[in-house]
Structure formats: C-alpha cells, structure tokens
C-alpha cells in the first residue's frame, strides 16, 4: 500500500514571496490533514478536511494560509506572503474516517523563509 | 485549552530501559496517542489508549491513566535504532493535540 506523498521535501524561499505545498493521501482515505511543526515542538493542526469539504480550519492564519481540497483526493496548501516565522515542516496526515483513529502522516515538505 | 507536557529529552543505555512520562489538560478526551519520530522522518504510529491500563505491544508498552491525566510510554531492550523523538498526542473529538516530544538518545 503506497503511503501519503508530499512533495517537493524541500523549499527555500524570500519572505513575502508564495509557496504551495502538494499532498496526495493514501488510498480510500476520506480525511486529509496539514500539520506545522516548527523545530522542537509538536504537529500543529492547521486544517482538516472531511472528503473535500473543511472540517476544521480554526488554527489557520487565514490571511496568509490557504488550502483546497478538490474532488476529495489531492490537497495543495498554499502560503502567500510568507513570513520568516512560517519556517517549519508542513505534514500532510490522511486517514479512513474522521475519527482520527490512526493518521499516517507523509514525509513533509521542510520550509525555509529566509 | 490543550496542556500536554513531556520531558525535553532522555538518555539511556542499549539494552536499558526508558519511561517517558505524559501529563495533560485538555478539554476533552477520547483517547492518546503516541508517535516515533526520526530526524527529518514522519511520525508513526505506535499505540492508541482509550482506557485505563497497560497496553503491551512487543518492546513498547503505553499506560494510561484517565484520572490522573497521565500516561507514558515504556521502551524495554533499547536498541541504537529506537533514537529517536516520541510524541504524546491526546485526541479530543476528531482533533489530535502533541505534545512537544521527548528525545531519546540511546547510547552503546
């Protein structure tokens, strides 16, 4: 079974210029996450979707943060402008149903705002 | 609002082993988790506790107790490879919240 993929793993970009972060779930999987985990300290849930509907989105700096979910498969979070404090890994998790009883998370994409 | 505390970092032996400790405040509970996470890896699964007791999975062994807002993680016969930071994670609803993670450092 293929596992979550996020791609690129790796991103150097100037403050204020955009990114955009891809995430493909695993197979079957109706729920689709995106974590930020900046350096020492745990995954913070930024968003959660629900096939492509948002579940969750309350700890998503929506001025700057976006992300969709189209046809309930792939996801993109996109960041625009960025911030130095937006450096972080960003975690893509998927799982079967929306009661988060197992989230397999995908490698991450490590973002660095310079 | 979520508490959920870990120790920084621990150090033990090959062959020792380790408890890493979880205490939390949350608002709810529906259960806890807890992760592996290598260096520049995603977390991975390694048990899920949604009531009171010791849930024994080969080396790893998770506790919890729901009344005290505690659990930990015990890691028998340490080995170089289980290096690594351990992620506490309480899950309220459909929610997950981490903690910071404990690093462990296995020395030969």
């Known amino acids: 079974e293929a596992g979550v993929a996020q791609s690129p793993r790796y991103k150097i970009i100037e403050k204020r210029q955009s990114v955009a972060f891809w995430c493909n779930p695993i197979?079957?999987?109706?729920?689709l996450y995106w974590y930020q985990q900046i350096l020492g300290q745990g995954p913070k849930l930024l968003i959660q979707?629900?096939?492509?509907?948002?579940?969750?989105d309350s700890q998503l700096p929506k001025d700057r943060f976006s992300a969709e979910r189209l046809k309930g498969v792939d996801s993109t979070l996109k960041i625009q402008p960025a911030k130095l404090e937006d450096s972080a890994v960003y975690l893509c998790?998927?799982?079967?149903?929306?009661?988060?009883?197992?989230?397999?998370f995908g490698p991450g994409t490590r973002l660095t705002v310079t | 609002g979520q508490n959920i505390d870990q120790p920084t970092e621990m150090t033990a032996t090959e062959g020792a082993i380790v408890q890493i400790n979880c205490t939390y405040q949350?608002?709810?509970?529906?259960?806890l988790f807890w992760y592996q996470q290598h260096a520049g890896e995603a977390p991975t699964f390694l048990s899920y506790?949604?009531?009171?007791g010791l849930e024994e999975k080969g080396r790893f062994s998770s506790f919890l107790s729901r009344s005290k807002g505690y659990s930990y993680l015990l890691l028998k016969e340490l080995q170089m490879k289980d290096s690594a930071s351990y992620l506490c994670?309480?899950?309220?609803?459909?929610?997950?919240?981490f903690g910071a993670g404990t690093t462990v450092t296995v020395r030969a």
């Open positions: 979707f629900q096939n492509n509907g948002v579940v969750d």
């Open positions: 949350t608002s709810g509970f529906n259960g």
């Open positions: 197979s079957g999987h109706a729920t």
């Open positions: 998790a998927s799982s079967l149903e929306g009661d988060s009883y197992e989230q397999y």
């Open positions: 506790n949604v009531l009171d």
């Open positions: 994670a309480v899950r309220n609803g459909y929610k997950l919240s």
